[in-house]
Structures are given as structure tokens and as C-alpha cells.
Antibody
Framework: EVQLVESGGGLVQPGGSLRLSCAAS????????MSWVRQAPGKGLEWVAN????????YYVDSVKGRFTISRDNAKNSLYLQMNSLRAEDTAVYYC??????????????????WGQGTLVTVSS | QSVLTQPPSASGTPGQRVTISCSGS????????VNWYQQLPGTAPKLLIY???QRPSGVPDRFSGSKSGTSASLAISGLQSEDEADYYC???????????FGGGTKLTVL
């Protein structure tokens, strides 16, 4: 059974940092692109970042470029999101998601087939 | 930023058929596949339709998807009370080089 379990959320002051983790199990983690998707309170879903199965390629939504870093440790079956210079508008539930249907070079035909339960990040003074 | 446009709300009575539309552009829906996600209240999203019209195992055949040009739609037939949820379309966007979600449609079963 595929499981994605996020952790690391919490309350942080504006300008602060937080590192989210996602522990994966039930599938060959090193074979899949992975992503972070967030949802602000009462709002819709927003894709945040993608990382290729081997970590060699990373993509970000413009609003987090230069502040957030996605990474993975295939030996530990874990995905991470380092969030720096946090702003109030980063307040959201952050979901880890497995992306299926990607090739070795492109992910445009892929989809999120499994999601974690989410971890809440609150940026407030 | 590019955007996928969905109606904010939809409704129907039990047994009815409802459709939810999703409109995009050539950089997203027009050139890539569309996926749909269902989010029940207080839970994580769940994959409902992938590759325009494919259902994952376990998803009832009451749910169907279609795509034409730069638009897509989700149809739910034989509406049931447990279908009350938020529905999101999504597609890769070549300009964003990432995934674009629609704003979501809240489905109410009257």
C-alpha cells in the first residue's frame, strides 16, 4: 500500500524558515517524480514544486523561486521542502504527492496518483 | 500566471447528471492531458480521472472525463450524496513548466 506521510509543519514568524519532510513507502520511490502541492485555508490547490526521480531536475512555481528548495533522499525514501524567507501568503496545508506517467525527461502527461494527508504551515507573528 | 477556469459551484439532486467544465489554453489543456481530483471535506485530494478520460481502479464508472481543444469536462451521472465535494481539474502548463490547477468547483447534492 502506497503511503506518503508529511511532517515538519507548524507556526513560524514571517521571514523564518521551515523544513517539511515526506516519508514514502509502498512503492519504488527512486523511480518516480515527486511534488509538493499546497492549499491555503479555504482556497484551491496550487502546485509548488516538482523533482525528477533522480533529483537532477527541479521546477518551482514563480512565487517560491529563490525561497523554497525541493530535494529528495532516495536511500531514505524521503522528499523534502526547505522553505526560507516565509511570508504570510505561504500559509497553507502542504501535500506531498507522487507523480505518475512521467518519462525520463518530461512530466507533461503525468498526474498525481497518491497524496499525503498534508501538514499545516502557518506564517504569522 | 496561466489559469484553468472552473465554475465555482455546481449542484444537482440525487440521481441527476451534472457536468463541470474546465477551460484553459494551448499551453496547458490544448497540448497536454487533463486530470481531475476529488477532495472530500477535510481530506486530501484524490485522483478521479487521469489522461483526459481514464478512471483509476476503484473509481465508479459514474464518473467520466472528456477533452476537446482547450477545454475539458467532468461528468457525474447518478449523483449520490457522497459525491458532495470539491473537484479540481489540472494540466501541465508549458509556460509554467509545472502543473496548473483549476480554481475548484464545489458540488452540492441537494
Amino acid at each position: 500500500e502506497v503511503q506518503l506521510v508529511e511532517s515538519g509543519g507548524g507556526l513560524v514568524q514571517p521571514g523564518g524558515s521551515l523544513r517539511l519532510s515526506c516519508a514514502a513507502s509502498g512503492f519504488t520511490f527512486s523511480s518516480y517524480w515527486m511534488s509538493w502541492v499546497r492549499q491555503a485555508p479555504g482556497k484551491g490547490l496550487e502546485w509548488v514544486a516538482n523533482i525528477k526521480h533522480d533529483g537532477s531536475e527541479k521546477y518551482y512555481v514563480d512565487s517560491v523561486k529563490g525561497r523554497f528548495t525541493i530535494s529528495r533522499d532516495n536511500a531514505k525514501n524521503s522528499l523534502y521542502l526547505q522553505m526560507n524567507s516565509l511570508r504570510a501568503e505561504d500559509t497553507a496545508v502542504y501535500y506531498c504527492a507522487k507523480r505518475r506517467g512521467c518519462t525520463s525527461s518530461r512530466c507533461n502527461l503525468g498526474y498525481f496518483d497518491y497524496w499525503g494527508q498534508g501538514t499545516l504551515v502557518t506564517v504569522s507573528s | 500566471q496561466s489559469v484553468l477556469t472552473q465554475p465555482p459551484s455546481a449542484s444537482g439532486t440525487p440521481g441527476q447528471r451534472v457536468t463541470i467544465s474546465c477551460s484553459g489554453s494551448s499551453s496547458n489543456i490544448g497540448g497536454n492531458t487533463v486530470n481531475w481530483y476529488q477532495q472530500l471535506p477535510g481530506t486530501a485530494p484524490k485522483l478521479l480521472i487521469y489522461s483526459n478520460n481514464q478512471r483509476p481502479s476503484g473509481v465508479p464508472d459514474r464518473f467520466s472525463g472528456s477533452k476537446s481543444g482547450t477545454s475539458a469536462s467532468l461528468a457525474i451521472s447518478g449523483l449520490q450524496s457522497e459525491d458532495e465535494a470539491d473537484y479540481y481539474c489540472a494540466a501541465w502548463d508549458d509556460s509554467l513548466n509545472g502543473v496548473l490547477f483549476g480554481g475548484g468547483t464545489k458540488l452540492t447534492v441537494l
